[in-house]
């Protein structure tokens, strides 16, 4: 693999997601966090801060240059065969591809522990005016059909103020510094990513984010001290995931919640 950069708890990766899952090992992820291509860059228009902006992200995101359902079918073939016995997964996705995702994620032999539904606080309206403005996300979370699941459950409750967690998470969709070193169009906010790996992983498990983006799923881990893995093709972005690991400090948290 081509490491971009690489400490005692975060790898960082360059190249093609295929290609590096390919060189892992079956069986060696404990906790997959799936943010893939939801292939909405069709020429179309969107709202960003009140601007009307192109949806279009990079040829990695246009719809026109892939068959859809090979990469799902092919990335979901993959994820099962890294993953452990008693791993999971957490998939995102909207209306455009989370139907297809879970179809495949059920044809090979997933099941699914929850279905979350990810609410925006602050959406960005609805330019068209001719359909609901778009304010939420789905998260599969799933597991290995016979899997023994990690689920920290009393550690979720007591951060919950003593209640269960429900399926419905509320948040704003990305704090302002959290774009301090870069802007990534695809990017979760931070408190998201937290509470995924809270929920399901320890200070064992080794995490995969296979399209790793602006890095906040390493981020994530390195804060919470648990070794994660990510990758990209994007040079770009991995500088940025990099710019933030390095900058990362105990306070960290604290500045953005």
């Known amino acids: 693999m081509n490491y971009f950069y690489r400490d005692k ?3 960082l990766v360059l190249g093609d997601t295929f290609k590096c899952l ?41 719809p026109s240059k892939i068959n859809v359902e090979k990469f799902y079918n092919k990335l979901i073939r993959e994820s099962y065969r890294v993953l452990k016995k008693d791993g999971t997964l957490w998939m995102f996705g909207t209306y455009h591809n989370i139907y297809l995702a879970g179809y495949l994620l059920k044809k090979f032999d997933f099941r699914f522990l929850n279905n979350v539904t990810w609410v925006k606080k602050n959406p960005a309206e609805n330019l068209s005016k001719r359909m609901l403005t778009h304010s939420s996300e789905t998260i ?41 070193f870069g802007y990534h169009p695809t990017q979760k906010p931070l408190s998201l990513i937290k509470r995924i ?7 064992d498990s080794i995490i995969l984010d ?15 001290n648990i070794r994660c893995i990510g990758i990209d093709q994007s040079k770009k972005y991995l500088k940025i995931a990099k710019r933030r690991l390095d900058n990362l400090t105990d306070n960290y948290y604290d500045l953005i919640e």
Not at 48 to 55: A, D, F, P, Q, T
Not at 160 to 169: A, F, I, K, R, Y
């Open 9 to 11: 708890n975060s790898v």
């Open 22 to 62: 390919n060189e892992l090992p079956n069986s060696y992820i404990d906790l997959l966090i799936i943010d893939p291509p939801y292939f909405l860059s069709n020429g179309g228009f969107s709202n960003r801060n009140g601007k009307k902006v192109s949806v279009n992200k990079g040829d990695w995101d246009n």
């Open 140 to 180: 599969i979370w799933a597991k290995k059909n016979g899997g023994r699941h990690i689920f920290n459950y009393n550690d979720i409750v007591s951060l919950n103020e003593g209640h269960q967690l429900t399926d419905v998470w509320i948040t704003p969709t990305i704090n302002k510094k959290e774009k301090k």
């Open 197 to 203: 790996i809270q929920c399901s992983a320890t200070a």
């Open 210 to 224: 296979p399209f790793v983006g602006s890095g906040t799923t390493l981020v994530a881990a390195r804060a919470l």
